[in-house]
């Protein structure tokens, strides 16, 4: 995919092709709109291809968190959209998607009293959930999450984009931007509407966000393939330990954040010694012997409460980001729901923007 150069007019300008901006995209397509899409780097080449292929329902908060912040009406709407976004994908992408579940274990047993109200919460408003006692260890098993690819989606939906008459352009990044007209280093896309869909380094993108959002570096390995050990994606110790084992036997594995301490609040995206020793050692702690074969990091944003920036931050420039490390699901959602926004409507069953 080339990078922009020269003008060109839309009726809006994506800025970001990760998981949130094809969303998008695709609903501004089915909508009529004619749309330009822009990304500083390659398609999902941040956090959107390069995270560890959860599909969650609910926000960054666990569902009885979520529910003690933000009422049960709310938190009980949201978890719901959220599990038919999910299915949503999976008919957009059922190639790159497996609906497995995941698990939940606590570390502690502090934790573990946390796992069993998360249970509690879940299924006193009819959410499916059980209590889970396995090789992984204890906690809760969520049967409606999912695994994916999330390279392969994000490249499987841009490629549907292309064919639909998006026009797409890698490695331009947005040098300026309002609602009328995007700049990049060689071109430039007038337009009515703007959506910024990014996540990590979000605030430099945007400094009026600067203070209610921050970036953090998330990091990742993997291994050559191995004997099956997990069924399922794995959800530890609060969230900052995470597993997969991919359909080849690989294990991608990632969290640790806490480890790096203020060293993980920034905008680099390169591996850090300190976060990938511990990986390596909760790697080997759950009996993986295969060799590393990979290592990586990547950008995301986070916000104080957990719940994601969806809102005009300048006249008609709209922006969604800063999902606080759970962006495959919630991300998508709001790329749809905007979508809808700047076309002047509400799209049916919305929740965020309702």
């Not at 301490?261 to 993986?288: F, I, Y």
């Not at 998508?332 to 049916?348: D, I, N």
């Amino acid at each position: 995919m080339r990078s922009l150069e020269g003008e060109l007019e839309a009726d809006v300008c994506v800025v970001g092709l990760g998981g949130s901006g094809l969303a998008a995209i695709h609903e501004l397509l089915r909508l009529g709109r004619s749309v330009v899409g822009i990304d500083a780097g390659s398609v999902a080449g941040g956090a959107a291809g390069r995270n560890g292929g959860f599909l969650l329902a609910g926000t960054a908060r666990f569902y009885h968190q979520s529910v003690a912040e933000h009422g049960r009406d709310l938190a009980k709407r949201l978890y719901q959209a959220t599990l038919e976004q999910i299915s949503y994908m999976m008919a957009e992408t059922p190639q790159a998607i497996r609906p497995v579940g995941s698990l939940r274990i606590a570390a502690t047993a502090e934790e573990l009293e946390d796992c069993r109200a998360h249970l509690q919460a879940l299924r006193a408003d009819g959410f499916a959930a059980e209590p889970y006692v396995g090789p992984e260890g204890e906690g809760l098993l969520v049967p409606s999450d999912a695994v994916f690819n999330p390279l392969q989606r994000c490249r499987t939906l841009s490629q549907q984009a292309l064919k639909a008459g998006a026009r797409l352009f890698e490695h331009s990044p947005a040098l300026r931007i309002s609602g009328q007209e995007v700049q990049t280093p060689k071109g430039r896309v007038h337009c009515q509407k703007v959506l910024v869909a990014v996540d990590g380094r979000l605030e430099q993108l945007l400094p009026e966000l600067q203070g209610r959002v921050r970036t953090a570096r998330l990091q990742m390995l993997a291994t050559a393939p191995t004997q099956a050990r997990f069924s399922r994606p794995v959800y530890r110790r609060w969230g900052y330990d995470y597993w997969q084992q991919l359909p080849d036997g690989r294990i991608a594995l990632g969290g640790m954040r806490d480890a790096g301490g203020e060293a993980e609040w920034t905008a680099e995206a390169q591996p850090s010694q300190t976060v990938q020793l511990r990986l390596e050692q909760l790697l080997r702690q759950l009996g993986v012997k295969a060799p590393i074969t990979h290592r990586w990091a990547a950008s995301v944003a986070y916000t104080p409460t957990g719940l994601p920036i969806a809102e005009e931050v300048r006249p008609d420039v709209w922006v969604v980001g800063a999902y606080s490390g759970t962006g495959n699901v919630v991300g998508a959602l709001l790329g749809r729901e905007v979508a809808w926004v700047l076309h002047g409507a509400r799209m049916p069953g919305a929740v965020w923007l309702a």
